[in-house]
């Protein structure tokens, strides 16, 4: 009876909660307190597939139901990115039966990186994804070495790990294990054989810590490396970029599976691959899934286009506090051969808690604005005066870029009588600040 109460209130709380449009985490955290083990009470389908690592897990958990439901299979997965134990206590409960039965073929749980070990003290995932770690957030995660740390206490013996093994930190967590499935990237006309980034987190072997080398780098030190001393190396993959063209859009999967992008981006195309893996190991055939994930366009608001009078343009909603995912969105904009503006908004480093911390700004490589692509850099919000003094140890010439404190003064100064395509880079703290001014 305890149980059976504690999923009813559950699905009523989620029920007004979705009326009044309020977050998915106040029931699961009233569940919890009413019968703290009700996810042990739970009965759970066979497939339980957790998604986590610092970067991408909300995007790849949104494709990998995408593929999972257009081939007929019933998916019950936190699409409102709530990834902490409350959220996905909100989730199975909401997708159980009053009698603790989870009715969907596949349960897919997006998991917060740091809170995993809460999340999984009940259910043990049979696949678990690990798509990176990286530099994010130092107020709240410290360094990736801490993160690591705390994920490894969610990771059972028994649990199928789908590992990012051009991710040295990441391919870490199947040292001495068997039951690996290994997903990466090729070598790829895209790549460099020297590190191009303002900093490497890849010089240290992560088993030994002795001085690590790499024979190729994708982007930062994700790449393909290898310990001198103690031998440890990035892994053989099962499911492999092997081709990549950005300008035309397309990248191949395993040298037969051909995916058109929506986004020209080689970090998407990991959220891809992990997503591809998934849904193979689940039995979805390979052509089936490209065909699905071709030209998909996002629905989690990561990428947002839009009209701004006869200009157009594309918000791209890289984390504040994350540097790698900011110089993916640069890289991006920098490569764009049509020519372009690149607005940047730090008006608010983080929506949960305070913080004026900008030493982050110092880890991302806005170097890579510093071509004939990008015409003019606009610099926003309250702590444009910040973004100006890092930019002031750039190369960039100093004409190119204009400052406004003033979301509204940048907004009317992109709103003249430029035709150039307009990249927006910044965070779900901020986005709404400008979108808001186009509506």
């Given at each position: 009876?305890?149980?059976?109460?504690?999923?009813?209130?559950?699905?009523?709380?989620?029920?007004?909660?979705?009326?009044?449009?309020?977050?998915?985490?106040?029931?699961?955290?009233?569940?919890?307190?009413?019968?703290?083990?009700?996810?042990?009470?739970?009965?759970?389908?066979?497939?339980?597939?957790?998604?986590?690592?610092?970067?991408g897990k909300t995007s790849t958990v949104e494709m990998i139901a995408h593929i999972l439901t257009e081939n007929g299979k019933k998916v019950a997965w936190n699409k409102e990115g709530s990834n902490q134990i409350e959220g996905v206590t909100t989730l199975v409960l909401g997708s159980a039966t009053l009698s603790g039965k989870v009715k969907s073929d596949i349960l897919l749980i997006e998991s917060d990186e740091r809170f995993a070990r809460y999340t999984?003290?009940?259910?043990?995932?049979?696949?678990?994804?690990?798509?990176?770690?990286?530099?994010?957030?130092?107020?709240?995660?410290?360094?990736?070495?801490?993160?690591?740390?705390?994920?490894?206490?969610?990771?059972?013996?028994?649990?199928?790990?789908?590992?990012?093994?051009?991710?040295?930190?990441?391919?870490?967590?199947?040292?001495?294990?068997?039951?690996?499935?290994?997903?990466?990237?090729?070598?790829?006309?895209?790549?460099?054989?020297?590190?191009?980034?303002?900093?490497?987190?890849?010089?240290?072997?992560?088993?030994?810590?002795?001085?690590?080398?790499?024979?190729?780098?994708?982007?930062?030190?994700?790449?393909?490396?290898?310990?001198?001393?103690?031998?440890?190396?990035?892994?053989?993959?099962?499911?492999?970029?092997?081709?990549?063209?950005l300008d035309n859009g397309e990248a191949v999967i395993n040298g037969k599976y051909a995916i058109s992008l929506a986004l020209k981006s080689l970090y998407n195309i990991y959220n891809i691959l992990a997503a591809f893996t998934v849904a193979s190991i689940v039995g979805i055939d390979g052509a089936k899934i490209a065909e699905d994930m071709s030209?998909?366009?996002?629905?989690?608001?990561?990428?947002?286009?839009?009209?701004?009078?006869?200009?157009?343009?594309?918000?791209?909603?890289?984390?504040?506090?994350?540097?790698?995912?900011?110089?993916?969105?640069?890289?991006?904009?920098?490569?764009?051969?049509?020519?372009?503006?690149?607005?940047?908004?730090?008006?608010?480093?983080?929506?949960?808690?305070?913080?004026?911390?900008?030493?982050?700004?110092w880890d991302i490589d806005f170097e890579m604005l510093n071509n004939d692509n990008v015409h003019e850099i606009i610099l926003s919000g309250q702590y444009s005066n910040d973004l100006a003094v890092r930019f002031s140890y750039t190369d960039i010439p100093k004409d190119k870029i204009k400052i406004y404190a003033d979301i509204g003064e940048a907004y009317r100064y992109l709103d003249g009588s430029r035709e150039e395509y307009i990249y927006v880079i910044t965070c779900f703290s901020d986005k709404n600040k400008f979108l808001g001014l186009l509506e």
């Open positions: 009876m305890k149980a059976f109460f504690t999923i009813l209130i559950c699905k009523l709380l989620r029920f007004v909660g979705k009326l009044v449009g309020k977050g998915s985490s106040l029931p699961g955290k009233i569940a919890l307190k009413l019968c703290p083990d009700i996810l042990s009470r739970i009965e759970l389908p066979e497939y339980i597939i957790a998604v986590t690592g610092s970067n999984f003290k009940y259910i043990k995932p049979t696949h678990y994804v690990i798509t990176n770690l990286y530099r994010d957030q130092l107020t709240r995660n410290g360094h990736p070495e801490w993160v690591y740390d705390a994920l490894k206490d969610s990771i059972y013996p028994e649990t199928q790990l789908i590992l990012n093994a051009d991710d040295p930190l990441v391919s870490h967590f199947g040292y001495g294990r068997d039951n690996i499935i290994w997903f990466g990237a090729g070598n790829l006309e895209t790549d460099s054989e020297e590190l191009v980034s303002v900093y490497n987190d890849g010089a240290y072997c992560p088993h030994c810590k002795s001085k690590m080398t790499y024979s190729r780098y994708h982007y930062n030190h994700i790449g393909h490396y290898q310990c001198p001393s103690c031998g440890y190396k990035r892994q053989d993959t099962e499911y492999t970029v092997t081709s990549v063209d030209d998909y366009v996002m629905k989690n608001g990561r990428v947002i286009t839009f009209n701004l009078g006869k200009r157009h343009g594309t918000m791209l909603t890289s984390k504040h506090e994350n540097s790698i995912s900011y110089d993916q969105s640069i890289r991006l904009a920098s490569e764009d051969k049509r020519g372009c503006d690149v607005m940047f908004i730090v008006d608010a480093v983080s929506r949960k808690y305070f913080t004026s911390d900008v030493s982050w700004l």
